[in-house]
């Protein structure tokens, strides 16, 4: 792979520019592609990069169970039904979903991706601990995947649990570009009779704008730029009309949640969606009354948190990002974007409204469970008010891990320290502080990472190739995790996975804004 040298493009410029404007210490003297920030005259050392020999290592000592998962996804452009709504937008299989695909730990999957956009793009395999080379983070572990070419990606999915794929150039996700990944476990005990994937979802895309004018309205330095966080880019196009009626989902005011520190969004998004349908149209879960029904809930919003409940059904939370937690009831939880919570709801007989309602603002998603000795719902969209959105509230700070996941107590060999912030008032994000830029490790050592929070918005921090414990919430295990505003919060991971990874906010125009770094492997 061709490394760049020492380069400051425009959303360099924009991060540096915001640290100047906070009056926060320099980075260093120089910046690469890959956002390592160091001296000009220190001597950079050996990383290892997505091609080196360890990464094969890695690779052949998860496991293999000697099973192969094959599956073919071609992102295109397509029209896409909506509840009778037909908007324009980019997808994988046509839909405003992708297909759920489902494998069990220890395969190997291979995915071929046809890519007929007119711009470039990448998969990248949420939540899983996959080699380095696989991530389908370009420029650090790949490059694009050009429009009209093909990749195939494979890797050992060595863990079990509900995680998601989702493009990972530009605000691509924030169309129709991902899907639900179950992993299953050969030795699953949480005695579910029925298994359903709720994957929630904020959409803009074919209303009149698209997600490239919305984040030109959040941020009009960005225009004539590109769209597309490492090269995944295509130019931004926007007429006077997408851009307008962008400008007026942003100008409706930000959202506010006590549970989530005040602030909790600037998009108004017109319309949500759970596997893709909205209110009006709902893909119905059934199952007998009496049955014990697996709930995977996935937030794949580009910006939206939601507060998720089932009308007259308690939830008991089993996993969190794929991750056992000692099981836990409650009668609604908030689902951070990229977050994932298994729960399991024993299926009164009737038709029972599943709402997400948007946290801190209006609008919600929902869809039905229905036993199979009840009528179908005349009027399936009944609404996003249930009783039990006001009822007991589990924030994650209250789970706790399964003994099986726990990692093990020992103290970190490398202690950092990153701040999350914003330039201002403007729309500008970014990771700052003496450490931000040279999170380097080498295998079997404990990293710890404290977030310190600077900013008025709640974060959705997410690791790549990695999953972290939260030593303040018992050692939970999580792989994106929600930092408050004004408050500091550490995570503690092994570094068991050798290569390049990106370390960044989860809400996708953050992300977009500049608020990403790396760790990166070092020998």
Known sequence: MTRRGPVLDRRGFLRLGSLGALGIGALGMGTTACGFVEAADSTPPHYITPTDPEIAAAEEARGWNGRLAAFALTAAPATVD???????????????VA????????DRMQVAVRNELPADTTVHWHGIRIRNDMDGAAPATQAPIGPGTDFGYEFV??????????????????????????????????????????????????????PDAVLMALNPEISGGH????????????????????QSFVAGGHGSSEPLG????????????????????PEVVTAA???RVRLRIVNAAAETPYRVAVAGHELTVIAADGFDVVPTTTDTLIVGMAQRYDVLVTLRSGAWPVVAKVEGRDGYASTVLRSTDAAPLPNPDVGGAVPELSGRLLPESALRPAEAVRLDTRSPDRDYRVELIQAGDRYVWGMAGRDAGKLVMRQGERIRITMANTTTMWHPM???????AVPDYGGLRRDTVNVLPGTELA???????????????????????????????IR
Not at 91 to 96: E, I, R
Not at 171 to 190: C, H, I, K, M, T
Not at 462 to 468: D, I, Q, Y
Not at 497 to 521: D, I, Q
Request: aromatic share 10%.
């Open 157 to 210: 999915v060595p863990d079990p649990g509900t995680h998601w794929y989702h493009s990972h150039s530009g605000l691509q996700a924030d169309r129709g570009l991902f899907g639900a990944l179950v992993v299953e476990d050969p030795n699953d005990a949480s005695g579910a009779d029925v298994d359903a994937v709720l994957v929630l979802d904020d959409w803009v895309d074919g209303l009149g704008t698209t």
């Open 491 to 521: 995570v503690e991971f092994d570094a068991d996975n050798p290569g390049e990874w990106m370390f960044h906010c989860h809400n996708a125009y953050h992300f977009e804004a500049g608020m990403t770094a790396n760790l990166r492997y």
């Open 82 to 96: 909506l509840g009778g709504r037909f908007v324009d937008t980019w997808s994988y299989g046509g839909k405003a």
């Open 262 to 281: 005040g602030m909790t969004q600037h998009i108004g998004y017109p319309l949500h969606l759970i596997n893709g349908r909205p209110p009006n149209d």
């Open 462 to 468: 997410h690791t790549h190739g990695h999953t972290f």
């Open 289 to 291: 009354p009496g049955a």
């Open 227 to 246: 769209a597309g966080h490492g090269g995944g880019a295509a130019p931004m196009v926007h007429t006077a009309d997408s851009l307008g009626v962008a």
């Open 99 to 106: 297909p759920e695909l489902r494998v069990t730990a220890g």
